[in-house]
């Protein structure tokens, strides 16, 4: 050490030890010459360094506990809520497995054709449902009215209480039980056409829901059988509240407000009410002359 300096070579040992802390500084006019720090200095600016990254640690770490603690709960059940059915045998048996413990309602939709096995196999058990007082609606598609097996079906069902509907086009195949359990299709990728998935989140299980709900206003009754399609001309309980508030001067879309379905449910139920009439779809007068006219005989009640 000469005044206050020390006289080493880069490299010499505990010299870069003391560099990298800052208590020695490189003299810039001579190389092999560094300058004692004030030790006392030194510390001071290690210390205010550290306690300004334990303040910013502590701030980013509770701006996260109030971050998540601002969000929603989105399960309830410790899991996600959802779980694949890798076939169809498993969905099946988690179906039959909710089944047993139903309280208020089973509701179903079939666009595709069932095998007659099945549903022979399926019948006791679903009018066991009935008779233990479960209510229950299922939609097929509308080419089930011309299957014997799901014409028998929908036949023998509805004698003890269940409601059962027909659809035309496309719509979604799913098992709802109660207001807990949803089944429905895996539509992922196209080699999961048997697979499926169990969700039993709330908030997703009162989604599809309200799809299936969409599906059932849309879908014409059925008692089943072949001969048993609705009678030409006759309204439905839908098409009756419609005509029923046009009268009074209101706009679909009021009455779509009112009812908590979309403009298009309703488009749908009068262009099926005008088909059956015979009339031409938009033909606002000859509806009006008919609803007129039922009104006199009174047949609207």
């Not at 014409?151 to 059962?164: C, L, P, Y």
């Amino acid at each position: 050490m000469v005044g206050g300096e020390l006289t080493q070579k880069r490299g010499e040992p505990g010299l870069d030890e003391l560099l990298d802390v800052g208590l020695v500084v490189r003299n810039i006019f001579e190389d092999d010459l560094y300058l004692i720090a004030d030790p006392f200095q030194v510390w001071r600016y290690h210390a205010d360094r550290e306690r300004e990254a334990l303040t910013e640690a502590l701030r980013r770490s509770e701006t996260i506990e109030t971050l998540f603690a601002r969000l929603p709960v989105m399960v309830e059940r410790g899991d996600s809520g959802v779980s694949h059915l890798a076939s169809k045998d498993e969905a099946n048996g988690e179906i039959i497995k909710a089944l047993s413990k139903a309280r208020r309602h089973i509701r179903t939709a079939h666009p595709a054709p069932r095998p007659q096995p099945a549903m022979q196999k399926s019948l006791p058990r679903d009018i066991g449902l009935l008779e233990r007082g479960l209510s229950m609606s299922t939609i097929y598609g509308a080419e089930a009215r011309t299957r014997d097996a799901e014409s028998e079906w929908a036949q023998e069902i509805t004698r003890h209480g269940a409601e059962v509907r027909t659809l035309q086009g496309r719509f979604r195949r799913m098992v709802l039980i109660d207001d807990s359990l949803a089944v429905i299709e895996d539509r992922t990728r196209p080699e999961s056409a048997k697979a499926g998935w169990k969700v039993e989140h709330d908030g997703l299980v009162a989604f599809f829901s309200e799809v299936f709900e969409d599906q059932w206003e849309r879908a014409e009754p059925w008692l089943g059988g072949a001969d048993r399609t609705p009678t030409t001309g006759a309204m439905t309980p839908m098409t009756r509240q419609i005509l029923a508030e046009r009268v009074k001067g209101r706009t679909l879309a009021a009455i779509a407000h009112d009812l908590g379905v979309s403009t298009r449910t309703l488009t749908n139920h009068l262009a099926r009410l005008y088909e059956s009439l015979g009339l031409e779809p938009g033909d606002q007068f000859g509806l009006g002359y008919w609803y007129a006219t039922l009104e006199e005989r009174g047949d609207h009640a």
